[in-house]
């Protein structure tokens, strides 16, 4: 984030120092007359610099929490999915032309593949069983199975204001069948983190 702020502020300087630069129509400042008698003059030039981070603006809103409720383990050795939906919105942009918006497992290792969405026993830490789920954007599924950029995943690049998208995980409660003969020894409280970044795109 603060690479793309410090691109963003060179544009900005840019603009201020070569943006007005063919506009010589509009009258500038009337000042002293150089005549053969007073053949030189001073003249004050001044500029200002702002802070261009104060231009970029954007919020993007993303799921506080998503719940997958109980989950049951079910009869036969086949899939049962259980899906829950939810928004990720751009409420508002300003001065980029985009926002990228990513996503990842807390813990993930970038450059590696396969770095699942998972949940942890949070009842008992000692628990080696962790229920994988998928993340989708739309009905598109992201793809964990390649190497995982430095962000997480790529989610979606929002292009304007008032964007919308609505995506969702799914978890295969055939996960549970292997202990469907003693759910004890798995059962407890499973929690896991998502974690979404964004990035502002300034060209």
Known sequence: MKKKLTVMLAAVLALTAFGFAPAFAEE???????TDQVRSGDTEVDARIVDGAGEVAYIVTVPEKIDFGRLVCPENDEDSFTIQKFNVNCVQMQGVSGVKVSV????ATAGEKNQDFYLSNQTNAASTFKPSYEVYVGTTKIDTSVAMPAN??????FTKEGQSITGGVRLNQRLLFPYKDDIASI???????MVFTTAAILD
């Open 152 to 157: 997480g995943y790529d989610y979606l690049v």
């Open 104 to 107: 990842n497992n807390d813990g």
């Open 28 to 34: 500038q400042a009337t000042g002293q007359e150089l």
């Open 187 to 193: 059962a407890g409280e499973y929690s896991g983190t």
